[in-house]
């Protein structure tokens, strides 16, 4: 008896020490700590942790695909063609490494290679309180923050794209019930080997430095004590420097953004490049809130650079600007849900075992004729979206839109808006002869079509693991 209660007391020992931590030797020759974590699976997330070391690390992996339809446009004009893609393919490791320090490597392979996307590593031992490091997307805009697998819509509105994305830098916020605080300086964009050959060329040929920028934001949060309910009162601005990351030459940017889905590769809205850029001033104003299964949202977002009135022969600048006001409602007794510490909009809560359907509407303006020597295009678009969120990994989404262009709206060509002999890449309109004219000044007041306008209808499969 006493020889069977010696080895059990043994093997108990023995099993105890597997599960402590241990000293082993790295493949450096140098000695380690060694705990075991548990796999699990929380919601189709392969999930490695210990718990009482605060360590837990997980694969973020994200596939959308989509494909679209144009119709009901003056085919005299241009062509849209239809088609499908692979909108994202994002491989992420993200690992929370003990109670004060996160990291994560977010990469994407649409184009067949890989692009960093966040790359950056993160301090979070004080509750609140969080400071990054790395490349990751600044705290400007709540549309832009929101991850694309919770957006409401394929795709952000246009004139999100005149909200500041992922730079290096440095940034720290401040997470309270009421009150969310973001200040931060960043550098330069790593969005793929253009933009990073753009920075180490004007490094090397002409001593660049990498051009700064500084951001902050507000968030009042009123109704943080409220359970089924949010309202989040938000502002932004950032003071902007030229980066060498610009593909349009130092000294230079560029305002363009795509009306609809990235299955149409046409860029209607676009400045070229606006060059002796001295510095640019971006703000916004943010209103959003749910309640329950309805969750909406508005923004104005505007943009102004400032030249060099010496060397540029743009005068008379005024913002790039527009805005957006966005709803959802969930059919079937869902639930809406706000990230406080991100201030943004983060996955439903379906009521249903089989998931729940979103209806969402959208209004949106965008304006890119900023001077009437350069008029890059304005448009309105309206869209409906339903979303089926048939598990909290699989959503499919089905999106309708019409785009309103006004006869600026002709790409990236000449756009001096006071000559009649500047010419667009896409044609706008008729002359008073009744041709198709690629010269918007030519464009007669009874033409039968202003701008190319056009209706989309689209859809997208979501899953991610």
């Given at each position: 008896?006493?020889?069977?209660?010696?080895?059990?007391?043994?093997?108990?020992?023995?099993?105890t020490?597997?599960?402590?931590?241990?000293?082993?030797?790295?493949?450096?020759?140098?000695?380690?700590?060694s705990?075991?974590?548990?796999?699990?699976?929380?919601?189709?997330?392969?999930?490695?942790?210990?718990?009482?070391?605060?360590?837990?690390?997980w694969?973020?992996?994200?596939?959308?695909?989509?494909?679209?339809?144009?119709?009901?446009?003056?085919?005299?004009?241009?062509?849209?063609g239809?088609?499908?893609?692979?909108?994202?393919?994002?491989?992420?490791?993200?690992?929370?490494?003990?109670k004060?320090?996160?990291?994560?490597?977010?990469?994407?392979?649409?184009?067949?290679t890989?692009?960093?996307?966040?790359?950056?590593?993160?301090?979070?031992?004080?509750?609140?309180?969080?400071?990054?490091?790395?490349?990751?997307?600044?705290?400007?805009?709540?549309?832009?923050?929101?991850?694309s697998?919770?957006?409401?819509?394929?795709?952000?509105?246009?004139?999100?794209?005149?909200?500041?994305?992922?730079?290096?830098?440095?940034?720290?916020?401040?997470?309270?019930?009421?009150?969310?605080?973001?200040?931060?300086?960043?550098?330069?964009?790593?969005?793929?080997?253009?933009?990073?050959?753009?920075?180490e060329?004007?490094?090397?040929d002409?001593?660049?430095?990498?051009?700064?920028?500084?951001?902050?934001?507000?968030?009042?949060?009123?109704?943080?004590?409220?359970?089924?309910a949010?309202?989040?009162?938000?502002?932004?601005?950032?003071?902007?420097?030229?980066?060498?990351s610009?593909?349009?030459?130092?000294?230079?940017?560029?305002?363009s953004?795509?009306?609809?889905?990235?299955?149409n590769?046409?860029?209607?809205?676009?400045?070229?490049?606006?060059?002796?850029?001295?510095?640019?001033l971006?703000?916004?104003?943010?209103?959003?809130?749910?309640?329950?299964?309805?969750?909406?949202?508005?923004?104005?977002?505007?943009?102004?650079?400032?030249?060099?009135a010496?060397?540029?022969?743009?005068?008379?600048?005024?913002?790039?600007?527009?805005?957006?006001?966005?709803?959802?409602?969930?059919?079937?007794?869902?639930?809406?849900?706000?990230?406080?510490?991100?201030?943004?909009?983060?996955?439903?809560?379906?009521?249903?075992?089989?998931?729940?359907?979103?209806?969402?509407a959208?209004?949106?303006?965008?304006?890119?004729?900023?001077?009437?020597?350069?008029?890059?295009?304005?448009?309105?678009?309206?869209?409906?979206?339903?979303?089926?969120?048939?598990?909290?990994?699989?959503?499919?989404?089905?999106?309708?839109?019409y785009?309103?262009?006004?006869?600026f709206?002709?790409?990236?060509?000449?756009?001096?808006?006071?000559?009649?002999?500047?010419?667009?890449?896409?044609?706008?309109?008729?002359?008073?002869?009744?041709?198709?004219?690629y010269?918007?000044?030519?464009?007669?007041?009874?033409?039968k079509?202003?701008?190319?306008?056009?209706?989309?209808?689209?859809?997208?499969?979501q899953v991610?693991?």
């Amino acid at each position: 008896m006493k020889k069977v209660f010696l080895v059990s007391l043994f093997a108990l020992f023995a099993s105890t020490a597997a599960f402590a931590q241990e000293t082993e030797v790295n493949q450096y020759g140098q000695k380690v700590n060694s705990y075991p974590v548990d796999a699990t699976v929380q919601d189709g997330i392969l999930v490695f942790q210990n718990k009482n070391q605060n360590y837990k690390m997980w694969f973020d992996v994200r596939v959308q695909g989509d494909a679209a339809v144009f119709f009901g446009y003056d085919k005299n004009l241009t062509q849209i063609g239809n088609g499908m893609n692979i909108r994202r393919a994002r491989f992420a490791v993200k690992a929370q490494l003990d109670k004060n320090w996160y990291g994560e490597l977010d990469t994407d392979w649409t184009s067949g290679t890989p692009e960093i996307k966040d790359a950056y590593i993160g301090f979070t031992g004080v509750k609140g309180l969080e400071i990054k490091v790395g490349n990751f997307k600044e705290n400007f805009s709540i549309q832009r923050n929101t991850t694309s697998r919770y957006l409401q819509f394929m795709e952000r509105p246009m004139v999100t794209y005149l909200a500041p994305s992922r730079h290096l830098g440095i940034n720290v916020k401040y997470s309270m019930p009421a009150l969310w605080v973001s200040a931060g300086a960043f550098g330069p964009a790593l969005e793929d080997a253009e933009t990073h050959a753009a920075i180490e060329d004007g490094n090397k040929d002409y001593g660049l430095n990498c051009g700064m920028s500084y951001t902050g934001k507000i968030v009042y949060r009123p109704l943080h004590k409220m359970k089924d309910a949010s309202l989040h009162i938000g502002a932004a601005v950032s003071y902007r420097n030229p980066k060498t990351s610009s593909t349009d030459g130092y000294n230079a940017v560029r305002y363009s953004t795509r009306n609809t889905t990235s299955v149409n590769r046409k860029k209607f809205l676009d400045t070229d490049a606006i060059k002796y850029l001295d510095h640019e001033l971006a703000w916004t104003a943010e209103l959003a809130g749910h309640w329950k299964g309805l969750r909406w949202e508005a923004a104005y977002i505007a943009r102004l650079p400032y030249v060099d009135a010496s060397k540029s022969q743009i005068t008379d600048i005024k913002p790039a600007w527009g805005w957006y006001v966005q709803a959802g409602y969930l059919l079937f007794g869902g639930s809406q849900n706000y990230d406080a510490g991100g201030a943004k909009y983060t996955r439903i809560n379906a009521a249903k075992g089989w998931g729940d359907i979103e209806l969402c509407a959208r209004v949106e303006y965008c304006d890119l004729n900023i001077s009437p020597y350069c008029m890059g295009g304005s448009a309105y678009a309206y869209s409906l979206g339903l979303n089926f969120h048939v598990t909290k990994n699989v959503k499919f989404v089905i999106n309708y839109q019409y785009n309103d262009n006004d006869i600026f709206a002709n790409g990236k060509g000449e756009q001096d808006g006071t000559d009649k002999t500047a010419k667009g890449p896409y044609r706008t309109g008729y002359d008073a002869a009744g041709n198709v004219t690629y010269y918007p000044g030519d464009i007669a007041a009874d033409s039968k079509s202003k701008g190319i306008d056009y209706h989309m209808l689209a859809c997208r499969f979501q899953v991610a693991f």
